[in-house]
Nanobody, 121 residues
Framework: QVYLVESGGGLVQAGGSLRLSCAPS????????MGWFRQAPGKERKFVAS????????VYDTSAKGRFTISRDKAKNTLYLQMNNLKPEDTGVYYC??????????????WGQGTQVTVFS
């Protein structure tokens, strides 16, 4: 069975930081493009950031650019999202996703169960 497990969410005051982790299990994801998505209460899941299988290419949503950093450690088979200067509008459930085709990430083959991030002012 293949699945992704997110961790690192929590409750944080605006301006604070969190680092999310996504640790795949059941296989390695070295050849997969991976990304982070956020779903706010009552809203659709939205793209946050993605990283290529090699780690050489990163893409960010406008709201995340300059504050969030996506990275991956292939040796640990782990994906990260460093979130700084958090704002209340960053609140939501964060999901990691993996797919062999980067354009398919919004409908990725593999998804985690999500980790809750709540930012209060």
């Amino acid at each position: 069975q293949v699945y992704l497990v997110e961790s690192g969410g929590g409750l944080v005051q605006a301006g604070g930081s969190l680092r999310l982790s996504c640790a795949p299990s059941g296989r390695t994801f070295g050849s997969y493009h991976m990304g982070w998505f956020r779903q706010a209460p009552g809203k659709e899941r939205k793209f946050v950031a993605s990283i290529s299988w090699s780690g050489g290419s990163e893409v960010y949503d406008t709201s995340a650019k300059g504050r969030f950093t996506i990275s991956r450690d292939k040796a640990k088979n782990t994906l990260y999202l460093q979130m700084n200067n958090l704002k209340p509008e960053d609140t939501g459930v964060y999901y990691c996703a993996a797919d062999l085709e980067v354009e398919r990430l919004p409908q990725a083959r593999y998804w985690g169960q999500g980790t809750q991030v709540t930012v209060f002012s």
